[in-house]
């Protein structure tokens, strides 16, 4: 069973320039979220989604957005890139369901903002 | 930023020992996960626990669920070189699916 796929893995963009990370969930996995991990701040949620609604959203500002296809697979998006915003990139796969998700994560996608 | 307070927050240790960490919150979670991570990879389940006061093994390794929902902590017995890496708590409520909350971690360094 293949496991959460992450592309690209290493990517370095330009101040101002936008960036879209693509994640393949699990197969049979209808949850996708996205993580961001900096040394700083360490391991913070961005969001959720689920059916291709976004379930849940972490406290980051609007440049950061995603999108969930039918078939599961997600995409999230950066827009006008900061230096602040070079950072590994996690997405996370889980069944979907209440009362205990068992949540995998992919190995990350890379960004250094120049 | 970090809900959890994990600790310690590293340890140095010589091979064979045994580690012990963990996590407590303020808040009362439904699944408690360990996951170690290695460097420029993604964090690797460990350990799942969705009952308050479970106990689950993994090879050597050994996690409990807390009595009041709000704790977990995570055994390594006989530490070995590839123990090496940082392991992180995480709390999930629940229903949040796929939303955890995370700890800050705990780096091992084991020495031969």
């Known amino acids: 069973k293949a496991g959460v796929t992450q592309t690209p893995r290493y990517l370095i963009k330009t101040r101002g320039q936008q960036v879209t990370l693509s994640c393949s969930p699990i197969?049979?996995?209808?949850?996708v979220s996205w993580y961001q991990q900096t040394p700083g701040q360490g391991l913070q949620f961005l969001f959720e989604?689920?059916?291709?609604?976004?379930?849940n959203k972490g406290n980051f500002p609007g440049r950061f957005s995603g999108r969930q296809f039918s078939n599961s697979r997600s995409e999230m998006n950066v827009s006008t890139l900061e230096l602040g915003d070079s950072a590994l990139y996690l997405c996370a796969s889980a069944p979907g369901r209440s009362g205990g998700n068992t949540i995998y994560f992919g190995e990350g996608s890379w960004l250094t903002v120049v | 930023g970090q809900q959890l307070n994990q600790s310690p927050q590293s340890m140095f240790i010589q091979e064979g020992e045994d580690v012990s960490m963990n996590c407590t919150s303020s808040?009362?979670?439904?699944?408690w996960l360990w996951y170690k991570q290695d460097p420029g990879e993604g964090p690797v389940l460990l350990i799942a626990l969705y009952k308050a006061g479970e106990l689950t093994s993994n090879g050597r390794l050994t996690a409990q669920f807390g009595i009041t929902r709000k704790d977990s902590f995570l055994n390594i017995s006989a530490s070995i070189p590839s123990d090496v890496g940082i392991y992180f708590c995480a709390g999930q409520l629940y229903d949040s699916w796929g939303k955890l909350q995370f700890g800050a971690g705990t780096q091992v360094v084991v020495t031969p």
């Open positions: 808040s009362i979670f439904n699944t």
């Open positions: 197969s049979g996995h209808r949850s």
């Open positions: 989604y689920f059916s291709e609604t976004q379930r």
